[in-house]
């Protein structure tokens, strides 16, 4: 396979990854922000959070399909 066509899928499968991260990360952000007594506060951190790294990992898509591009007109 080539890697023209890796970095297609990884950046196609990134999108609904991205998604699914923003609603499954404060769920997964573990035992650090149960420290915090504020209820609303850590309620706050734990969106932040998660719209961080869904954020982070919703600029996959365009790095890898461009990529995806460069690596498939240099033939790789």
Known sequence: ?????????????SIPLSILIWFVAPDLSGPSYNAILDEPLRNALRSAHSERWGIFVGLWP????????ILHERGK
């Open 1 to 13: 396979m080539k890697l023209s066509h890796v970095a297609f899928w990884f950046g196609l499968l």
């Open 62 to 69: 365009a790095t890898l399909l461009i990529l995806s591009h």
